[in-house]
T-cell receptor, first 114, second 113 residues
Framework: AAGVIQSPRHLIKEKRETATLKCYPIPRHDTVYWYQQGPGQDPQFLISFYEKMQSDKGSIPDRFSAQQFSDYHSELNMSSLELGDSALYFC?????????????FGSGTRLTVV | QQQVKQSPQSLIVQKGGISIINCAYENTAFDYFPWYQQFPGKGPALLIAIRPDVSEKKEGRFTISFNKSAKQFSLHIMDSQPGDSATYFCAASLSGNTGKLIFGQGTTLQVKP
């Protein structure tokens, strides 16, 4: 079965650079969630989209923005990167905006800021 | 403030033993409680989930016990195997919400052969 695809798998950026993470949900899934997981930490919710509209917002820095496109893939844009942004970034997708149907995580993008 | 508190932080169990991980929550508006298994460098994978109207749910070797009055729920892994060695997260989601998950701090389980 198709899973959630995230790209790239690994990304190394320097401080103050920008990064773009991409997420391709499971086919027919209309909801995307972004989470940030620091080393040894639990995943922290950043932002979600349902039917291409932002549906919820968590502890996402103002330096970050995201959107969901017409084909339901999503991109997380991160600017003015800081060392503390180094983390695993996970995307999850589900069917329907409540997250109760087929909630599946991707394998993540490991961002390292040097 | 951690809305979902998980314990223990780490757990070592012998092969064939029972692994027990506990979670507690405060917000009574939570109405969906999934457990996730995560291997290093991988995304969390849903193991089993429960709603507050059920006191226990079993799927294979995995059982969730739910105590609504105490606002606690736990994961039991029966006949633990070395392949179960991973980090386990409990989570909670709000009723009628957008599906945002609030995770516990995680438990690193090691099953010794």
């Amino acid at each position: 079965a198709a899973g959630v695809i995230q790209s790239p798998r690994h990304l190394i950026k320097e401080k103050r650079e920008t990064a773009t993470l991409k997420c391709y949900p499971i086919p027919r899934h209309d909801t995307v969630y972004w989470y940030q997981q620091g080393p040894g930490q639990d995943p922290q919710f950043l932002i979600s989209f349902y039917e291409k509209m932002q549906s919820d917002k968590g502890s996402i820095p103002d330096r970050f923005s995201a959107q969901q496109f017409s084909d339901y893939h999503s991109e997380l844009n991160m600017s003015s990167l800081e060392l503390g942004d180094s983390a695993l970034y996970f995307c999850a997708s589900s069917l329907g905006g409540t997250g109760r149907n087929g909630y599946t995580f991707g394998s993540g993008t490991r961002l390292t800021v040097v | 403030q951690q809305q979902v508190k998980q314990s223990p932080q780490s757990l070592i169990v012998q092969k064939g033993g029972i692994s027990i991980i506990n979670c507690a929550y405060e917000n009574t508006a939570f109405d969906y409680f999934p457990w996730y298994q995560q291997f290093p460098g991988k995304g969390p994978a849903l193991l089993i989930a429960i709603r507050p109207d059920v006191s226990e749910k079993k799927e294979g070797r995995f059982t969730i016990s739910f105590n609504k009055s105490a606002k606690q729920f736990s994961l039991h892994i029966m006949d633990s195997q070395p392949g179960d060695s991973a980090t386990y997260f409990c989570a909670a989601s709000l009723s009628g919400n957008t599906g945002k998950l609030i995770f516990g701090q995680g438990t690193t389980l090691q099953v010794k052969p």
